[in-house]
């Protein structure tokens, strides 16, 4: 009896499983848009951080404001100031009564004749010590 041996099938060669499942077209771009679109959130979110914090940002404006207010306010009084000392001025040379006024009160000089009298506030008495029991 002779029997039909027949070779043996060539089989693929066996590729080790893969613990992964293969996704189908509709799966994958399904996830590359989730991704992208967490990619988009983080990014947003940076800038806004740094927008709002950053060297630049919302906070160092609002910092950078406040000192230029400050500072206006600042040269607004020394104009007036500076005007102030500039009438002064004027008046010291225009005016002899300013000039003596402002010797007899800046320098001390009195006329020949006058009594310069100073007076000084009194210093509180220290209050007394308590009294034992």
Same mark, same amino acid.
């Given at each position: 009896?002779?029997?039909?041996?027949?070779?043996?099938?060539?089989? /693929?060669?066996?590729?080790?499983?893969?613990?992964?499942?293969?996704? !189908?077209?509709?799966?994958?771009?399904?996830?590359?848009?989730?991704?992208?679109?967490?990619?988009?959130?983080?990014?947003?979110?940076?800038? @806004?951080?740094?927008?709002?914090?950053?060297?630049?940002?919302?906070?160092?404006?609002?910092?950078?404001?406040?000192?230029?207010?400050? @500072?206006?306010?600042?040269? /607004?009084?020394?104009?007036?100031?500076?005007?102030?000392?500039?009438?002064?001025?004027?008046? @010291?040379?225009?005016?002899?009564?300013?000039?003596?006024?402002?010797?007899?009160?800046?320098?001390?000089?009195?006329?020949?004749?006058? !009594?310069?009298?100073?007076?000084?506030?009194?210093?509180?008495?220290?209050?007394?010590?308590?009294?034992?029991?």
């Amino acid at each position: 009896m002779i029997r039909d041996v027949q070779p043996p099938e060539p089989t /693929a060669p066996s590729r080790p499983r893969s613990r992964r499942r293969l996704r !189908t077209g509709p799966e994958v771009r399904q996830r590359r848009r989730r991704i992208a679109a967490y990619a988009l959130f983080a990014f947003s979110f940076v800038l @806004m951080v740094n927008a709002l914090i950053g060297e630049n940002g919302y906070l160092a404006t609002i910092r950078a404001r406040r000192d230029y207010d400050a @500072m206006a306010d600042q040269l /607004a009084r020394l104009r007036q100031q500076n005007d102030d000392y500039r009438e002064q001025a004027r008046r @010291m040379k225009d005016d002899p009564a300013a000039l003596e006024d402002a010797a007899r009160r800046e320098l001390g000089f009195v006329r020949p004749g006058e !009594t310069l009298v100073i007076i000084r506030d009194a210093r509180p008495a220290p209050p007394p010590p308590p009294v034992p029991k």
